[in-house]
Structures are given as structure tokens and as C-alpha cells.
Nanobody, 127 residues
Framework: EVQLQASGGGLVQTGGSLRLSCAVS????????IGWFRQAPGKEREGISC????????TYADSVKGRFTISLDNAKNTVYLQMNSLKPEDTAVYYC????????????????????WGQGTQVTVSS
């Protein structure tokens, strides 16, 4: 059974940092790219970052580029999202997801390319 468990969210002031974790079981990073998404109230779920261990691909949305860093630890089966210089507009529920491994290209930003989802963790940035 595939499971993704996101954690690490919380309340932080503008300019602060948080590190989100996505603990993964039932699949290998060699086969699956892992993406981070976020969804603010009343908005669409937005793909913000992705990592593919097989070829070292990392991608970032323009809205987080230069502030967020994605990484993974194979020994711990965990993907991290280090978030620095947080802004109030980063407030959202953050989700991790495993991408369909059978695609010709990888690390898509659209949610429908992802087969498995974690439960989400709330990030709130106060002004």
C-alpha cells in the first residue's frame, strides 16, 4: 500500500522558515517523482516543486523559486521542502504527491499527473 504523510506545517511570521516532510512508503524514489502542492482557500491546488531521484530533476514554481528547496533522503524515505523567507501569500494547506511513473516526461505541475496524495499540512504565515 502506498502512503504519503506530510508534516511540519505550523504558524510562522513573515520572513520565517519551516521545513515540511513527506514520509513515503510503498514506493521507491527510483520509480516515482514526488511533488509538493499547496491550496489556499478558494484557490486551485498549485504545484510548487518536484523532485525526481532517477535523474536529479528538481523544479520550482516561479512563486517559490529562490526561497524554497526540495530534497530527499533515500535512507529515511522522506522528501523535504525547506521554505525560507515566508510570505503571507504562502499560507495554504501543503500536500505531497507521487507522480504517475509511466509518463514520457516528469515533474509536471498539474495535479492530475499524480496518483498518490498525502493528507496535507497547514502552513500559516502571519504579517
Amino acid at each position: 500500500e502506498v502512503q504519503l504523510q506530510a508534516s511540519g506545517g505550523g504558524l510562522v511570521q513573515t520572513g520565517g522558515s519551516l521545513r515540511l516532510s513527506c514520509a513515503v512508503s510503498g514506493l521507491t524514489f527510483e520509480d516515482y517523482a514526488i511533488g509538493w502542492f499547496r491550496q489556499a482557500p478558494g484557490k486551485e491546488r498549485e504545484g510548487i516543486s518536484c523532485i525526481r531521484d532517477l535523474d536529479g530533476t528538481t523544479t520550482y514554481a516561479d512563486s517559490v523559486k529562490g526561497r524554497f528547496t526540495i530534497s530527499l533522503d533515500n535512507a529515511k524515505n522522506t522528501v523535504y521542502l525547506q521554505m525560507n523567507s515566508l510570505k503571507p501569500e504562502d499560507t495554504a494547506v501543503y500536500y505531497c504527491a507521487a507522480e504517475n511513473p509511466h509518463l514520457d516526461t516528469h515533474c509536471h505541475s498539474g495535479r492530475y499527473y499524480y496518483d498518490y496524495w498525502g493528507q496535507g499540512t497547514q502552513v500559516t504565515v502571519s504579517s
